[in-house]
């Protein structure tokens, strides 16, 4: 039988949005407050959903350990207090909440062996969130 | 077609064993859910029912019905019991919110018939949960 597993995780960063294929001016009109070259920060929560049969030996789609550790250390750790514009998967692409529900469900696709990686949703502040699926709809 | 959500609470312990296995194998796998004195957990239950607004009462599904349902055959079933012991499926059945989110499907789906059950989530908590829409 199929499921659905969801967990919630945390972190802190600062990015600031700016694109340097729009001029200063087109700069400040699209992303206003968030242009500040500053940068300012947000608690994000990150939710990962995983897919697949109900293993009989074990009751789980996979094992959160397995989740956790990978979430911990590939994501956490890397993303976790950091300015995301400094780092290598942002040079060209705008850290808006969008480029990274997308940066980190590829991570996710890419190096999670344990299960399928069914969605990513992640909330920029309460009053926001994004849902990233790899381009499948997503399912209510 | 619209979708309709209630939700409801119970809190029950449980542990995570299985009898095939080893101490040593249940111990990797299953980590401190493994403890045989059972730990607890506050469950929130999310129901959602899908169907066309009946014109007359504007409804998908009567909630009270609705809610009295899931509590006759999901709260009132569950609430302060531990689940590996007084449940009769979890006693061969490891229950894990996995296998919770499956069983609260098949108690309501035999019992349901104001409107179509589209998805049962299952919170063991705020941060985890499960979603099970009667797939194979």
């Known amino acids: 039988m199929k499921a659905y597993l969801t967990k919630r995780y945390w972190f802190s960063a600062s990015h600031r949005l700016h694109s340097e294929s729009m001029t200063d001016r087109e700069n400040q009109a699209v992303y206003g407050k968030c242009n500040n070259p500053h940068g300012h920060g947000h608690n994000y929560a990150l939710e990962v959903t995983v897919a697949g049969p109900v293993d009989p030996k074990t009751g789980m789609v996979c094992n959160l350990a397995d989740l956790d550790d990978f979430v911990n250390s590939k994501i956490l750790e890397r993303f976790g207090h950091e300015n995301l514009n400094t780092l290598q998967e942002f040079q060209g692409v705008v850290p808006t909440t969008e480029n990274l529900c997308i940066e980190l469900y590829n991570i996710l696709e890419r190096g999670f062996r344990h299960a399928q990686i069914e969605k990513v949703r992640m909330e920029e502040t309460m009053l926001n969130s994004f849902e990233y699926t790899g381009g499948r709809p997503v399912r209510t | ?136």
């Open chain 2, 1 to 136: 077609m619209v979708y309709l959500t209630r939700k409801a609470e119970f809190s029950a312990s449980h542990f995570y064993h299985n009898p095939e296995l080893s101490a040593e194998e249940n111990k990797r796998l299953f980590g401190k859910c493994n403890n045989p004195n059972g730990h607890g957990h506050n469950y929130t239950v999310e129901i959602t029912v899908k169907g066309e607004v009946d014109q007359r009462s504007g409804f998908v599904v009567d909630l009270k019905e609705l809610k009295d349902l899931m509590n006759r055959e999901v709260i009132e079933v569950l609430d302060h019991r531990f689940l590996n012991k007084e449940i009769a499926e979890f006693r061969d059945r490891i229950p894990t919110t996995e296998n919770l989110a499956i069983s609260v499907w098949n108690r309501l789906q035999e019992k349901l018939n104001l409107a179509q059950l589209h998805r049962v989530r299952v919170y063991e908590t705020p941060d985890l949960f499960v979603d099970y829409y009667g797939e194979a």
